[in-house]
């Protein structure tokens, strides 16, 4: 799918897909082109596109993307939890034992596709930089 060309009072804007831009964001690729890298390290935004160009460092995912991880992970570790409890007669700690690494490690490996999703949402909206015409709060 490409970007098309919509006329609002006569400046070309170049219409951006939501969907594919979370998609490749959250594959953690550029969410302009999909080819370049979305992450210098863990989850450090690069600065830039090394591909195609696109100025990414001025996204602000702040903890959006932890609060999501929370909500997605604490539904399924507690479902799974309640599952165990009804079917299997498991002590405390062997509870302790199963749900805090899944916990933590599934925690882990949904942050940076999460991070890398929101990215792709506030590019796709034009938000925080990533249109035309600086935010409010900008300090530029």
Known sequence: MSETEVYQNEV??????LSLAMKRGF???????????L????VKVTNQCS????DLHHHRADDLPAYLVVMIIGHIVVA?????EMSYQLAV?????????ITAI????LLQP??????????????HGFGEKPDYDDPK
């Open 12 to 17: 070309v804007q170049f219409e951006r897909p």
């Open 27 to 37: 594959k953690s690729s550029c969410p302009k082109c999909g080819t370049g890298r």
């Open 39 to 42: 992450f210098d390290k863990y």
């Open 51 to 54: 591909n195609c160009g696109e």
């Open 80 to 84: 799974g939890f309640m599952f165990a």
């Open 93 to 101: 700690w062997q509870h302790l034992l199963i749900w805090i690494p």
């Open 106 to 109: 599934s925690s882990l490996l």
């Open 114 to 127: 999460v991070k890398g999703a929101v990215v792709g949402l506030q590019w796709a909206l034009r938000m």
